[in-house]
């Protein structure tokens, strides 16, 4: 168990920023693209992939409350570019939002199970071949991809949640199903996110299950989304920071 802050990082991220993960795991990326799947009932659906498609290794990316926008599908691309067949589940049925009162009525217009489905059918099509999968995500995405892994812990090696919330509510016992490390990375200016992740620390230490965080200075909720509060918490340094961190934190995929 541990709490992570910037000042202890960075040395060790400007260390080993040459070790990112994919290091030996990069080949021919296929273009990023659209592509049409279908759940164990044979319900389509779409994510946006990127990637070897004969991957080691792979990443479940789970959107924030805007859907697939283009911050989704860069974060797709770019650990497609390291090795990693990635992929974004589509939660909300091809649609997306611009502004935050769109956003959040397609948020609450989820239904859990249908989501659960959606996750697990992103893992079906990510872990095949018997790659290990990790997932990440996003604000209203970091819930969604602990939940992906607390559904299948199997499959799931690792799991990073971005200025994440609501996950420390999750029942101690549901958190003992988890074999392996979670990691909640969120700006110190991000109040609900920072509190929820320290709380976080309690349940796990309680549940007996690595769990990693970092609360970086400066930097508010949504601060990898430029469409968030009209870009005005856009961070681009802690965009760095955090996908540095994210790429050592996967190399236990």
């Known amino acids: 168990m541990k709490i992570l802050s910037s ?74 570019t390291l090795g990693y067949r990635s992929g974004a589940v589509d939660l909300y049925g091809g649609k997306s939002a611009t502004s935050h009162e769109e956003a959040v009525q397609l948020m609450q217009a989820l239904d859990r199970k249908a989501t659960d489905k959606l996750l697990q059918a992103g893992l079906d099509y990510l872990k095949q071949t018997g790659r290990k999968v990790a997932t990440i995500g996003f604000s209203m995405g970091g819930l969604e991809s602990l939940n992906a892994n607390l559904n299948d812990p199997e499959a799931v090696s690792a799991t990073a949640m971005i200025y994440g919330s609501g996950f420390d509510k999750i029942d101690t016992n549901r958190l003992e199903r988890l074999r392996s490390p979670v990691l909640a990375i969120t700006g110190d200016e991000d ?11 309690s349940s796990m230490k309680e549940a007996q299950r690595p769990y990693e965080m970092l609360i970086y200075p400066g930097a508010d909720h949504g601060y990898a989304q430029p469409l968030f509060n009209k870009g005005r918490n856009y961070n681009p340094e802690a965009v760095d920071t955090t996908w540095v961190l994210v790429e050592i934190f996967s190399t236990v995929i």
């Open 7 to 80: 000042c202890v990082l960075l040395p060790f991220v400007l260390s080993f920023a040459s070790m990112a993960v994919g290091e030996d795991n990069r080949s021919a990326a296929e273009p990023a693209r659209f592509v049409t799947l279908k759940q164990s009932d044979g319900t389509e659906f779409r994510a946006f992939v990127a990637g070897p498609a004969n991957a080691k290794a792979a990443v479940l990316v789970v959107h924030d409350y805007f859907g697939i926008s283009d911050a989704a599908k860069q974060s797709v691309e770019r650990l497609g």
């Open 191 to 201: 109040t609900g996110a920072m509190q929820a992740a320290i709380n976080f620390l």
